[in-house]
């Protein structure tokens, strides 16, 4: 599979932004998928995770609450729906993809990610 994310920019702190990733291939509904970033000189975290069907989302601390994780699989489309921003949240968020339903917070998971899109939270 392969993966575009994109909806990142500039917001202000408090702000919202939805991102997007548009997958390829007609077996979407199959991968578990997952976001994560990468913040200036730190390793990349993960953010949010969602399984083949939807149903099952998971977040880390620092986001829930804020974030919403979701997929289209009729569309092949990730989302990530990002609420209440703040600095700290600035970051190259990536999205990615691996074939197990479970699990889904180790970067070592995935197989499949996409380039990055830059988010910028000014304070």
């Known amino acids: 599979v392969q993966l575009q994310a994109s909806g990142g920019g500039l917001v202000q702190a408090g702000g919202s932004l939805r991102l997007s990733c548009a997958a390829s291939?007609?077996?979407?509904?199959?991968?578990?998928m997952g976001w994560f970033r990468q913040g200036p000189g730190k390793e990349r975290e993960f953010v949010a995770a969602?399984?083949?069907?939807?149903?099952?989302?998971d977040y880390a601390d620092s986001v829930k609450g804020r974030f919403i994780i979701s997929r289209d699989n009729a569309k092949n489309t990730l989302y990530l729906q990002m609420s209440t921003l703040e600095p700290e949240d600035t970051a190259v968020y990536y999205c990615?993809?691996?074939?197990?339903?479970?699990?889904?917070?180790?970067?070592?998971?995935?197989?499949?990610w996409g380039q990055g899109t830059q988010v910028t939270v000014s304070s």
């Open positions: 990615a993809a691996k074939r197990d339903n479970y699990g889904g917070r180790s970067v070592n998971e995935y197989a499949y």
């Open positions: 291939g007609r077996t979407f509904g199959r991968y578990f």
């Open positions: 969602v399984g083949w069907s939807g149903g099952r989302t």
